[in-house]
């Protein structure tokens, strides 16, 4: 791995070299109830509307990977017979400026499924290709448990990771477009002081998790308590609205629509994403609902994220941003489900 | 960043690389023609469907117990087991009941509708592995559907396989599938057992439920045959093949020789929209074929 310094106020310069393609990145969008600021990923067209120190999104980035409703393809009918068009909708190569790790550790786990499996989507596939990826160190806040979820560091999946240190940033640099990049403003080669500072700043924000989540066991612990009644109380509180789905940076799920356009000369294939949680998830024609109550749904959700992704690929769906749990209105959050499971409450 | 937009054109060209030879797979739905279609019952009908294009027809290769995606382009995209003969490949049949937007707006088509079809899908009996021994396939309802290609497939290599038995339960005689084919599959020195909850003036076989002709044919095979000798399908609703697994578990027949196909609500046959999971299992990628140690080990699999 290449390590680079820059002032500060290099980045601005790395901002206007970048923007030619569209620059996603943190931006204040308002604020909520209690006054506090809300952050969220948008299309930023001026550096200093970037707030790179932004302690976490109320949505992830997934909305630029994985949009929210997708055309799948479209098709003109004609007297009986009909053509199938398929476009990826990607139009353009996007930056994503400033994501924290566990954002792009959400996209290496979204990888696995969507694209380094049986059938890869080449919707998400073309998009994430198609991305230039800046990380940005952050400090944890009270609902992030990423440590214990091993994804509060990111070792692929992006092409240039920052890190503040005061002045300047500390750069890593993973990709030969990130170190082309960066050839057009002014860096420095990381000196001793400078791993030493970095050292520092990965040392505070390790100190700093005031949640955490036990997954010793986790997969064994989830089979044994399968029956157990803390599921059902957890249930009760659901209200099984799918923001939990909404909100999280590696829920993918969705349900697919076509509709005939008014003239019936044209139809489209439509993909929504969709939530576990929502009632008619697992309902089949005729009625039957393989999952009928909302403890059921909930429960399910949580051996797919902790048991089941586990199985498969050696680590859980679950990257510890805590979203879900800021989001949720009957206050139902991971740690503390995963605790009760545990029996430690 | 000309480097990156690359992956968006190559894609076009149909490159050599298989990802992405894959990634345009995705979508891709073969053109097919409805044939010809006729009702076997009130509500189900037989498709013949036939992938367009001589050259995909020919490639179309599955294996008995896999299932097609059937498109309507506006209206729908829906799992159906392919019915038929695998010998035929791209030539198939689909037995579907009308019970949805997209069934009851099929069962208005008529012969020479195109439709698409992508897959095959899922995973399938093991019949190679069969060979040998004695086969039970036994079908509840509209589980005969699944069953018909592994039957069939029986059928052409009949040489290859011991005694075959097929149980067959159904509500009541005008819902029995297949009745023109009865015969044959007997000739083939198959024996065909069939049991209705309820019969009508022209049914004489005999009336209750599938476990009681179960009993009696697993009492023909002893529970030697069963122990060492024989593989069996299950095809129907969740509360049939679970009485009738137990059963054949007790009569010795182990559980990874026994297969059954399930069914959950599916919206990509691709392992992507994660509607058809079990636990944490994809119906569509993993199944819907499972041994039953397998079911057995699946959380809320029954
Ligand atoms: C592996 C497999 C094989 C099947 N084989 C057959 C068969 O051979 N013959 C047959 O008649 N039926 C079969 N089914 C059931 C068939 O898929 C449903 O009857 C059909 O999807 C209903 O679609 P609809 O649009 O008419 O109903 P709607 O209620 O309008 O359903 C809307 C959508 O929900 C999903 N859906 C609803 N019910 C089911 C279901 N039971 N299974 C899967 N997806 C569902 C589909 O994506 C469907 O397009 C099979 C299902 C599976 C999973
Ligand atoms: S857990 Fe919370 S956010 Fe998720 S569906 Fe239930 S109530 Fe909604
Ligand atoms: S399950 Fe909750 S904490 Fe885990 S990644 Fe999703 S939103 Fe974040
Ligand atoms: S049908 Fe979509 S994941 Fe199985």
Redesign the pocket.
């Known amino acids: 791995m290449i390590f680079k310094v820059f002032a500060k106020d290099e980045l601005t310069r790395l901002f206007e070299v970048l923007s030619v393609n569209r620059v996603v990145g943190p931006v204040q969008k308002g604020l909520d109830r209690k006054n506090r600021p809300i952050y969220s990923f948008e299309v930023v067209d001026n550096f200093d509307d970037l707030r790179l120190d932004y302690p976490s999104t109320l949505y992830p980035a997934k909305r630029y990977f994985l949009p929210f409703e997708e055309t799948l393809s479209s098709f003109t009918l004609e007297s009986g017979s009909w053509e199938k068009h398929v476009d990826y909708n990607v139009y353009q190569p996007q930056v994503m400026f400033g994501m924290h790790a566990c954002d792009i550790n959400a996209l290496n786990k979204l990888d696995k499924v969507l694209i380094n499996s049986v059938h890869p989507t080449p919707y998400y596939a073309s998009k994430r290709r198609n991305m230039f990826i800046i990380g940005i160190e952050c400090m944890p806040q009270p609902h992030c448990f990423c440590r214990s979820m091993g994804a509060d560091t990111v070792q692929h999946g992006f092409d240039m990771f920052l890190t503040d240190l005061g002045d300047r940033y500390f750069a890593e640099i993973l990709s030969s477009t990130a170190y082309n990049y960066l050839l057009k403003i002014k860096t420095m080669e990381a000196s001793e002081t400078d791993h030493q500072e970095y050292r520092q700043v990965v040392r505070e924000k390790s100190s700093k998790f005031t949640t955490h989540v036990d997954t010793t066991d986790l997969t064994k612990i989830l089979d044994m308590e399968f029956q157990a009644d803390v599921w059902k109380q957890w249930g009760d509180k659901c209200l099984s609205c799918g923001t939990c789905a909404n909100v999280c940076p590696t829920c993918y799920c969705y349900g697919?629509q076509e509709t005939v356009d008014m003239n019936l000369q044209a139809a489209t294939k439509t993909k929504q994403l969709y939530s576990c949680n929502l009632i008619d998830f697992a309902e089949?024609?005729?009625g039957h609902n393989f999952r009928p109550e909302a403890h059921i749904r909930l429960k399910y959700r949580y051996y797919h994220k902790h048991r089941g992704f586990v199985e498969a690929f050696e680590e859980s769906l679950c990257v510890g941003c805590g979203r879900c749990g800021e989001s949720c209105l009957a206050n139902i959050n991971v740690p503390e489900v995963i605790a009760s499971v545990r029996y430690e409450e | 960043m000309v480097e990156k937009i690359a992956f968006v054109d190559v894609l076009k060209d149909k490159a050599v690389d298989d990802l992405l030879h894959d990634l345009s797979r995705f979508e891709y739905t073969y053109k097919a023609e409805i044939t010809n279609v006729y009702p076997l019952t009130q509500t189900?009908r037989l498709y013949q469907i036939q992938i367009k294009d001589p050259d995909e027809r020919n490639r179309f290769i599955f294996r008995p117990g896999q299932?097609v995606m059937l498109e309507l382009p506006g209206i729908?995209?829906?799992?159906?087991?392919i019915?038929s003969s695998p010998l035929r490949r791209g030539d198939i049949e689909?037995?579907?009941?009308g019970?949805?937007?997209?069934?009851?707006f099929l069962a208005r088509l008529e012969r020479g509708a195109e439709v698409g079809i992508s897959g095959p899908f899922?995973t399938s009996f093991p019949v190679e592995t069969m060979q040998g021994q004695n086969i039970m396939l036994i079908a509840g309802g509209?589980g005969l559907?699944?069953l018909r290609a592994p039957i069939l497939h029986v059928l052409e290599h009949r040489s290859r396989y011991g005694e075959v038995d097929i149980i067959y339960g159904a509500k009541q005689p005008s819902e029995l599938l297949f009745t023109y084919q009865y015969e044959m599959w007997r000739k083939f020195d198959i024996s065909l057992n069939i049991i209705v909850d309820k019969a009508d003036e022209s049914w004489q076989g005999p009336v209750g439920l599938i476990t009681e002709t179960l009993k009696e044919r697993i009492v023909v095979r002893n529970a030697e045959t069963l122990a060492s000798n024989t593989f069996a399908i299950v095809c129907g609703p969740p509360v049939m093949f679970k009485y009738v697994c137990k059963m054949l578990t007790e009569a010795g027949l182990p559980m990874q020789k026994m297969f059954v196909?399930l069914?959950?609500?599916?919206?990509c046959g691709r392992g992507k929209c994660c509607r058809?999971n079990i636990g944490s299992t994809y119906?569509c990628l993993e199944g819907?074929v499972f041994d039953y140690w397998t079911v057995m080990n699946l959380k809320e699999a029954i």
């Open positions: 697919v089949v024609a005729g | 189900e299932f729908g995209e829906s799992p159906f087991s019915s689909l037995c579907i009941r019970v949805g937007n997209l069934t009851n899922g509209l559907v699944p196909s069914e959950r609500r599916m919206h058809c119906t819907p």
